[in-house]
């Protein structure tokens, strides 16, 4: 950033106060500073800093929790909640199979789930 004094300001910095006179070219820090604190129409701002470049923001994860990381992308999301669960299900027999085969994959399968799965599933014969 580079400032120009307007008309002569008086303002601490670096552990005194120091006078700015008029016409005086200023930059970095100084400039920064006289330009957020001196009075009013006593400094121009003869070239402002750059706008910081934005980082894309990483792809956020759905709501309902992370798909099972084995099944491709579109297979039933046995991490997030039942609800989220019987929904990717929608009674439909097939996936209520993969869903049940995905879920008792797990280390601690949910009884209360597998039940659900498990009657949907045999509908299907």
């Given amino acids: ?12 910095w670096n552990y005194e106060v120091r006078t ?3 016409g005086e070219e200023l930059e970095g820090d100084l400039a920064r500073h006289l330009a957020a604190n001196a009075p009013e129409g006593s400094v121009e701002i003869t070239e402002a800093d750059p706008e910081p470049e934005k980082k894309p923001e990483p792809p ?4 309902d929790g992370p798909e099972d990381p084995g099944a491709g992308g579109d297979g039933p999301p046995v991490d997030g909640t039942i609800d989220a669960l019987m929904a990717w299900v929608d009674n439909d027999p097939e996936r209520a ?3 049940l085969e995905a879920e008792q994959a797990k280390d601690k399968p949910r009884s209360t789930v597998v039940k659900r799965l498990t009657a949907l599933a045999d509908t299907e014969e």
Wanted: charged letters at 25%; proline letters at 9%; hydrophobic letters at 40%.
């Fill in 1 to 12: 950033m580079r400032v120009r004094m307007l008309q002569p300001t008086r303002a601490y």
């Fill in 60 to 63: 956020k994860e759905p709501a």
């Fill in 20 to 22: 700015f006179g008029k």
């Fill in 97 to 99: 199979a993969q869903a």
